[in-house]
């Protein structure tokens, strides 16, 4: 039998953890953050080392210094702790339409988004709703859930799960069957439709323009009607729902441009 007095004490640690564990995101939404975020940008950062290393990277500088300085423009118009996160890119030499991020801000940028992101505000779309999904800490929101315990894991489940793409695999050979699962795990709706909004006020923040997000999503939602879509245009939520919620946000979001532009924040990407 439990001394009541144990009972009461498991009781408020149980309820201490519990206060930790739950958080909000950028938006407001309750999440559940059980696993050290130090821990999974140093398990990053060594796998992004990893595909630096051994992944084709465009060598072209023209294509380099765009995705750059797109990238650039809107990372250092976060605020706060976002703000303070040691970003870096790759622009991996790659038809696939795709982009990902690693927590802690490690960012890779496939060349073949460009064939669809045809301009700087259309390629501020891809990169603000990715770093959203860094800011909201969306991967350390699946790790808590169990999804998976390794961030290697993790990013070898999307290099390889969007697959066909001549992308080299050696860096990932070595990883056990579970990486595949990862593959069939994408981002929840509402960590897909958070990134959307957070990456929509980024990228108006940097003084993109915003509404340049849904033409970019129309594109998409006509060139993947067939395929399995890239990581940032999953199925859920549906290209419908999604369009319709951006467009929603561009009063806030035209009034964030219009703040940045007052701020000379012009910015002219070209490739
Ligand atoms: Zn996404």
């Not at 149980?14 to 050290?36: D, E």
């Not at 797109?70 to 976060?78: D, G, P």
């Not at 998409?220 to 999604?242: I, N, V, Y």
């Amino acid at each position: 039998m439990f001394n009541p007095r144990y009972k009461t004490l498991i009781l408020i640690t149980f309820l201490a953890f519990l206060h930790t564990a739950c958080t909000t995101s950028p938006t407001g939404r309750s999440q559940m953050i059980l696993k050290s975020d130090a821990e999974l940008e140093a398990q990053a950062s060594r796998e992004f080392a990893k595909l630096r290393a051994e992944a084709p990277l465009v060598t072209d500088r023209a294509t380099i210094d765009f995705v750059a300085c797109v990238a650039t423009n809107i990372v250092e118009s976060l605020e706060g702790p976002e703000a303070k996160l040691n970003w870096e890119l790759a622009v991996i030499d790659s038809q696939e339409q795709n982009a990902f991020v690693m927590p802690g801000g490690k960012m890779a940028v496939y060349e073949g988004i460009l064939s669809i992101a045809t301009n700087q505000d259309q390629l501020a779309a891809v990169i603000g709703h990715e770093v959203a999904h860094v800011t909201a800490r969306h991967a350390n929101e699946r790790a808590s859930r169990g999804e998976f315990t390794d961030i290697g894991v993790y990013i070898a489940a999307i290099v390889l799960g969007q697959g066909h793409s001549g992308l080299t695999h050696t860096a990932y050979e070595g990883l056990h069957a579970g990486a595949q699962l990862g593959i069939f795990l994408p981002h929840t709706r509402a960590q897909e439709s958070e990134a959307d909004v957070l990456g929509l006020k980024y990228m108006a923040k940097a003084g993109f323009d915003p509404r340049e997000s849904v033409e970019l999503w129309k594109k998409m939602q006509k060139e993947h009607e067939d395929d399995a879509p890239p990581e940032f245009l999953s199925t859920h939520p549906s290209s419908e729902t999604r369009i319709e919620a951006l467009i929603s946000q561009y009063p806030s979001a035209l009034a964030l441009m219009n703040e940045a532009k007052a701020q000379g924040k012009n910015p002219n990407c070209t490739r």
